[in-house]
């Protein structure tokens, strides 16, 4: 199954947003007009924001956001609160689930999946935690951190949103919410484990190449 990639410059929430529901509607009115439909992978960085899906508490926002140095925005996407910024990888997939023959929880477990065996590349393990979705180092003990956040709003099978892959990010953001409302958990980064800044672009050719694994 062929789908198109692409690659943006680092983009506030509200345009990204205006750009993939673009892709988002154009799917939906394909499939309501029983046309094929297509498939768009978009990957970007955001400028600093917090997002909060339909079913988050807004309580999970510590401080006010003035005093954050970041936006704010309300989503129709799943999950709870989080964090998007520089040096984040933002991978948006504008699927038509039904393509590929899986499930909506096939589907996250695929997008889950792409993020461990990225990560495997670089030595760490990554993990999944039953009820959390996202993807997880030291799932099973105090120390389970989350590297990678998964949100979707998935609508007569066409996808959207997706997942936030923290490589880069400065985690400090971090401190002033309660990340995906779990308050018993942290965020880590590629960089906080490796102990280094990571080439950005080169993660994310390592990332594109898992998604064409697994979604082909």
Known sequence: MSYTIITLEPTNYL???????NFFNAQLEKKANSEETENTLILLQHTPVYTLGKSGDICNLKVP???TGAEFYQTKR???ITFHGPG????????DIENFGISVREYVAKLEQCVIECIAEYGLKGE?????????LDAGNKKARKICAVGLKVSR????????????????????IVPCGLDDKSVTSLEKELGKKLDFFEVQKKLIAQFEKHFC
Do not use: K
């Open 15 to 21: 345009d990204a947003l205006t750009f993939q529901e």
């Open 65 to 67: 956001i003035e005093e």
């Open 78 to 80: 799943g999950g709870d």
């Open 88 to 95: 984040q990888l933002v991978v948006y997939p504008i699927f």
């Open 128 to 136: 999944r935690i039953e009820d959390a979705s996202g993807v997880w």
């Open 157 to 176: 099978g066409i996808s959207m949103h997706g997942l936030a892959f923290n490589i880069n990010t400065d985690l400090s953001y971090f401190d002033h």
